[in-house]
């Protein structure tokens, strides 16, 4: 009940796609749910955050899609670029917790 | 230096060798955290500290000791590590429990 399913596992796509990666939970507690990009040799960094409360967040090209209901999350970056290409990771955790479960993982590719 | 710094960031240890990871954070945060990111797995939360007292111990074996001096300072000690305990050991940061977490570059161990 703690796992974050997160998929696909790697993705490619031509500059200027939308890359879109999607995760899903089963812990109905969880009520903060955020994505990190990790470049190589660098820490996760925080992305864009979302809470169930809203249904969708925007952040410049990254958006954020969330289905309460479905217990599913998505990242869509539109207008995909090369300096994009990273490992994306979704997260969910209980706010008053810290406990953040992490996804396996997306490592993105985007193509010149 | 700003944000959160790890050192060293490459080790590698036999497996009766004692050593120890430090993470810095020059953020004024009060909770900081250690990660275990393996390939092909999802990061692992291990150790949560809140104001230098551990929250958290997340069934992690006893060959791996946390010591939390002050609130910018956090150490991994390691002794009689297992192969199987290669992987990048990431420390984070955050301004409360419930709050964004902020990641170091980590420290990539290897054990023969």
């Known amino acids: 009940q703690q796992q974050v399913k997160q998929s696909p596992q790697s993705l490619i796509v031509q500059k200027g796609g939308i890359s879109i990666i999607n995760c899903a939970y089963e812990n109905t507690a969880f009520d903060y749910f955020p994505w990190y990009q990790q470049f190589p040799g660098k820490g996760p960094a925080l992305l864009i955050a979302i809470r169930p409360d809203v249904s969708e967040k925007k952040e410049g090209r990254f958006t954020i899609s969330f289905n309460k209901s479905a217990k599913q999350f998505s990242l869509h970056i539109m207008d995909s670029q090369p300096g994009d290409s990273a490992t994306y990771f979704c997260a969910a955790s209980t706010s008053n917790t810290g406990k953040l479960i992490f996804g396996q993982g997306t490592t993105l590719q985007v193509k010149p | 230096e700003t944000g959160v710094t790890q050192t060293p960031r490459h080790l590698v240890m036999g497996m009766t060798n004692k050593k120890s990871l430090k993470c810095e954070q020059h953020l004024g945060h009060n909770a900081m955290y250690w990660y275990k990111q393996s390939a092909k797995k999802p990061l692992e939360l291990m150790f949560v500290?809140?104001?230098?007292?551990?929250?958290e111990n997340n069934s992690v074996p006893s060959r791996f000791s946390p010591e939390c001096p002050n609130s910018s300072h956090l150490f991994l000690h390691l002794h009689t590590l297992q192969p199987e305990d290669s992987a990048l050991y990431l420390c984070a940061s955050s301004q409360g429990i419930a709050d964004t977490q902020y990641f170091g570059p980590g420290t990539r161990l290897t054990v023969l």
């Open positions: 500290y809140s104001l230098e007292e551990r929250v």
